[in-house]
């Protein structure tokens, strides 16, 4: 097993690094205003991709989220929108929406083909100006933006304004941003993309939070309201069903939990989407198990 990192090491923002792109014709676009400190990025998926996805965190914004479900009858999907603005922002995915629609790409009906767009977002609406969100026409320009290779990570897109550490309270938030990390096996590629906005501290090997200690202070930040979350996307080249994909991405949450400390909280709204675009074949536990090393690296390395 090969872990591939990103190069986001020590930068506050604009580092690049070539990973959810690893897994071929998956594209990855940004729209990114950093004086408001907020953004959006668009996950295009090729033809043919299966996916699943879940919710841990107590407050999610997403769209289209139930789709993802194994028994719901489209297995197919297109697009995955990560955004700033709270729930302001799902509006970027209609931007994607239409970027595709105008690409004729999406799932066949009698009226027309629809694209398949999954929309999460975070909130960063403390860090620049609340009055900027990501909406349909910022979704339309990242998914136009979109291109296969290098990828920008730290504080662009939908990791601008992204902070980490605030379960002390606000005035410890530290920057967080976007990450990721690739990890092979043979043929196999497993691929993360992830918006880290989250209510913990990024575990780097040592004790976690304790609830005992400092107690007014906990109650302050867990007060502060439901400001947090982390979101993203796990791409693999294997070929697994919508019930597969949904393990990937328990796998994804398990990453999580191994480097954010606490994760899935109230105050946060953890959502990851596990995406199989068919090539290779492999069994979905091994998949898993690389999704949780490749969730686990791309977030610590935030950290560098």
């Excluded at 992830?194 to 007060?223: H, K, Q, S, T």
């Excluded at 070929?239 to 991405?249: I, Y």
């Amino acid at each position: 097993m090969r872990v591939r990192p990103t190069e986001t090491r020590g930068r506050a923002a604009g580092s690049v690094g070539v990973v959810i792109t690893d897994v071929a014709g998956v594209r990855v676009g940004h729209w990114t205003d950093p004086e408001a400190r907020t953004g959006c990025t668009v996950v295009l998926l090729p033809e043919g991709t299966v996916a699943s996805g879940e919710v841990r965190g107590g407050a999610p914004a997403t769209r289209e989220f139930e789709l993802l479900s194994p028994e719901r009858s489209v297995s197919r999907i297109d697009a995955v929108v990560l955004a700033g603005g709270s729930a302001f922002g799902l509006a970027a995915a209609d931007g994607a929406m239409r970027c595709l629609a105008d690409r004729e790409v999406g799932f066949e009906t009698a009226a027309g083909k629809i694209p398949i767009v999954i929309g999460m977002c975070l909130f960063d609406l403390l860090v620049g100006d609340s009055a900027v969100r990501p909406g349909a026409e910022e979704g339309y320009a990242a998914c136009v933006a979109a291109r296969s290779g290098a990828v920008a990570l730290g504080q662009v897109g939908a990791g601008t304004g992204a902070t980490v550490d605030k379960w002390r309270g606000r005035a410890h938030a530290r920057s967080g941003g976007l990450a990721g990390a690739t990890v092979h096996h043979g043929a196999l590629t497993v691929s993360t993309l992830l918006a880290v906005n989250a209510f913990g501290a990024i575990d780097l090997g040592g004790p976690g939070p304790d609830p005992g200690v400092e107690d007014a202070r906990l109650d302050e930040a867990f007060g502060v309201g439901l400001e947090n979350t982390t979101i993203g996307v796990i791409a693999t080249n294997a070929r697994l069903d919508k019930t597969g994909c949904l393990v990937v991405a328990q796998g994804g949450h398990d990453g999580l939990a191994r480097s954010l400390s606490p994760a899935h909280t109230r105050v946060d709204g953890d959502a990851i989407v596990a995406a199989a675009t068919g090539a290779v074949e492999a069994h979905v536990d091994l998949v898993r198990l690389l999704a949780v090393t490749a969730v686990e690296t791309a977030v610590r390395d935030l950290a560098g």
